[in-house]
């Protein structure tokens, strides 16, 4: 592949227009930002979504590093002097990494090798008489004997054959189109075996895997993960399982190509060079592949989980207690305001003495009545039925006007001892900040969930096991593309949530913050330009997705970017209006209605502007300060304690769908433990994935199948409940 071919690659790929892909390219190349393109440039990308976008950019930066690769191998082979024609159009001709390194192996420069030791002592000639395959009576050995030379240690006609056949070895198993042919063979047809390392008692982890083999090309992503783990820790044996003689045989047959004498020296050098040097080899390349696609699987679907997790709905306009559950040290209360300010807090012992009991009680009154809390926040971790309990008690018992949800708070302790929650709530003791928290991410999860390393946020399968380098660039990815989806309002934004935006670094968020802090709120989007470091690239890269619900011009409070606002006012005109009617409530039901009906073909083609943009200002004009999340379902609330007891198979529960993974679907149905949906009982119809049938945040009806007290486990099924 040559560098100007790689556009028409990727188009082929994607199934879209080249010129797209060269346009995106192009952008990115500036440095562009992917949300900003995928945004603010659908008319020079043909409306390529973001998910095409990144793609191209993954694909571009792939093929470039061929391309380089490529060169390097062309230029080392030419300086050997054995560069060929038919060489140079097969390493150019090549799209893939894996079949170029095949096609560089016979000219890498590599340690000693025993094929090497024998090129040394002249056996290099007798080895292609071998491979000539021309003659058809006659003793090996006593053509090998011409070839000893006791001076290179050639002593014998033996020592000379098994010579040439190291040689033939490692030239047979270095041809590209044999390895090709067994990693194929092997793929499609070898299990993977795996058996205990230690007695049973040291590895109750593992004993599913006490005595397991599965086909490869069929093994699960998690199943690879969980036999991965085994090994790492020396509790399990694996092996990859294939029938060698007919490997060996399938290579004889692509190497003798006629009878001759030297058919049993031939398929002899096969079976030592296919033990010794390709069998290993490709058993490490396809551990290795397996490996890797198990986890870009796993790290996929930690992606997707988090997308949602940071998605959900908002529960705004609530004064919100939360509550992080503890026995011994007791339950750290917090109060906040809509805004996300610390009102009161406190630490209440609900599981110890009647008394303490009794002044949780108090407090916890109190405090609902001197700032009107309409939403308990509980987090889940431990004693979290304890409190639930008792939050659902206290809401029947003094008939309150407040509902509770029970939270998942992986991560918030991370969060409480991070420096960030330092300089957030300087103020308070690390074990109240994670009650902060707590009723924070019900409030707006997106922007309290920035703060904490995804990776502790807790919906995702072997998240430890998996490259933490490509992990942790997949989740920076799909917090960037949540928050940009979302915005961000410009004067209440933490410096979190800011670093997020296209075009805005972690250094620039803090001036950001800085400049709002010794200045005032900011009245316009104009202003982010007096930012120190916020030059006016940046200033088009994230401009239009930040937000001023109270700035100076109505076009801030939407995704329109101030670049198009000229567009964005001659639309208004040619609707009947001007741009201070938007700020306007009489008029904007008007203005929405009209921006809904309007023909966007025909206002750009009046306008002369491309009808991707024209079709976008509309949208923003229909619903101006629109958040996208108020389309997803809001968390459940509840006012009623459920226990384990109470629930029976045959029960039709509400739940909260709270992780989703490879082999099934974690619910959340107000209990102490989540029910678990395994992938069988999902749907009757074919599915991929467990993802293409629900989502983290997806509130469902399920039916209870099974319950195991004794061992805390709950079988539910979608299936059984939709016949």
């Known amino acids: 592949m040559v560098s100007t071919d790689i556009a028409l690659h990727i188009a082929r790929e994607l199934g879209v227009r080249p010129n797209q892909v060269e346009a995106t390219i ?44 490529q060169g390097e191998i062309l230029s080392s082979i030419t300086d050997q002097g054995k560069l060929t024609p038919e060489l140079e159009a097969a390493i150019t001709a090549t799209t893939k990494l894996q079949d170029l390194e095949d096609l560089y192996l016979p000219y890498r420069p590599k340690k000693r090798t025993r094929a090497m030791i024998a090129r040394e002592k002249g056996l290099e000639p007798l080895a292609d008489l071998i491979m000539a395959q021309e003659l058809a009576s006659g003793d090996p050995l006593e053509l090998a004997a011409q070839y000893i030379n006791e001076e290179k240690e050639v002593i014998t006609a033996e020592v000379a054959l098994a010579g040439a056949m190291d040689i033939i070895a490692e030239t047979v198993c270095e041809r590209a189109d044999i390895r090709a042919a067994i990693r194929k063979h092997l793929w499609m047809n070898a299990e993977l075996v795996t058996e205990l390392a230690v007695p049973e008692s040291e590895a109750k982890e593992v004993l599913t895997y006490k005595e397991y083999r599965e086909p490869v090309k069929r093994m699960p992503s998690h199943r690879i993960l969980a036999v991965n783990r085994g090994e790492d820790k020396e509790l399990l044996k694996v092996t990859l399982a294939t029938h060698h003689d007919d490997n060996i045989s399938r290579i004889a047959g692509m190497v003798i190509v006629r009878p001759s004498i030297f058919s049993e020296t031939i398929t ?88 303490q009991k009794q002044k949780a009680t108090d407090t916890v009154l109190a405090a ?49 001892a991070s420096k960030l929650a330092k300089e957030e709530l300087p103020d308070l ?28 946020i807790g919906v995702g399968q072997y998240q430890h096991d998996v490259n933490q380098k490509e992990l942790s660039g997949t989740l920076t990815t799909v917090v960037e593309s949540a928050v940009n989806h979302v915005g961000v309002e410009l004067n209440t934004a933490s410096p979190a949530l800011l670093q997020h935006v296209a075009g805005v670094s972690a250094s620039i968020a803090k001036n950001i913050v800085a400049f709002r802090d010794s200045n005032g709120t900011f009245r316009n989007r104009r202003q982010l330009l007096k930012v120190p470091r916020l030059g006016p690239a940046a200033f088009t ?54 921006a809904l009906q309007a023909d966007s073909a025909k206002l750009a083609a009046d306008l002369a502007a491309g009808e991707p943009t024209v079709r976008d200002i509309l949208g923003a004009l229909a619903k101006p300060g629109r958040d996208p999340r108020e389309d997803l379902p809001a968390p459940m609330t509840r006012k009623n304690v459920v226990k384990l007891s109470d629930i029976k198979p045959g029960t039709v529960v509400k739940g909260t769908v709270h992780n989703v993974i490879d082999f099934g679907v974690f619910v959340d149905i107000g209990i102490k433990v989540n029910g678990l949906i395994h992938r069988s009982e999902l749907s009757s119809k074919p599915f991929r994935h467990p993802l293409d049938i629900v989502s983290v945040g997806d509130i469902i009806d399920v039916l209870v199948i099974s319950v195991d007290e004794e061992r805390g486990r709950i079988g539910l099924s979608l299936k059984q409940l939709s016949k």
């Open 26 to 69: 192009s952008l990115l190349d500036d440095s562009n930002t992917v949300p900003f393109i995928a945004r603010y440039r659908k008319e020079v990308t043909g409306e390529l979504d973001e998910e095409k976008i990144r793609t191209i950019e993954e694909r571009t930066t792939y093929l470039r590093n061929l391309v380089k690769r």
């Open 268 to 355: 002899q050098a096969i079976a030592d060079g296919y033990k010794r040097l390709l069998f290993p080899a490709l058993e490490r390349e396809i551990r290795n592949l397996l490996t890797e696609n198990a986890e870009k699987q796993a790290i996929k679907v930690f992606g997707l989980n988090l997308r949602q997790l940071l998605l959900q709905q908002p529960l705004a306009g609530h004064t919100v207690m939360g509550l992080d559950p503890g026995y011994r040290t007791g339950c750290k209360m917090a109060v906040v305001s809509p805004t996300g300010a610390v009102l009161e807090t406190s630490t209440l012992y609900i599981t110890m003495s009647e008394g």
């Open 368 to 416: 609902i009545k001197n700032h009107g809390i309409t939403l308990i926040s509980i987090g889940n971790g431990t004693a979290s039925y304890e409190t639930e309990e008792f939050a659902a008690a206290l809401i029947n018992q003094h008939a309150l006007p407040v509902h509770y949800l029970i939270t998942n708070e992986a991560g918030a302790s991370v969060y409480s």
């Open 429 to 456: 003791d690390v074990s109240i900040r994670g009650a902060v928290s707590i009723a924070r991410r019900v409030q707006d999860p997106l922007a309290e969930l920035v703060k904490i390393d995804p990776k502790s």
């Open 541 to 594: 890269q994230c401009a239009g997705f930040l937000r001023l619900a109270s700035g100076d011009n109505p076009l801030d409070n939407t995704p329109v970017h101030p670049e198009s606002y000229p567009l964005a006012q001659a639309i208004l005109e040619k609707l009947g209006f001007s741009l201070s009617d938007l700020a306007n409530k009489d008029h904007l039901k008007t203005i929405q209605a009209k």
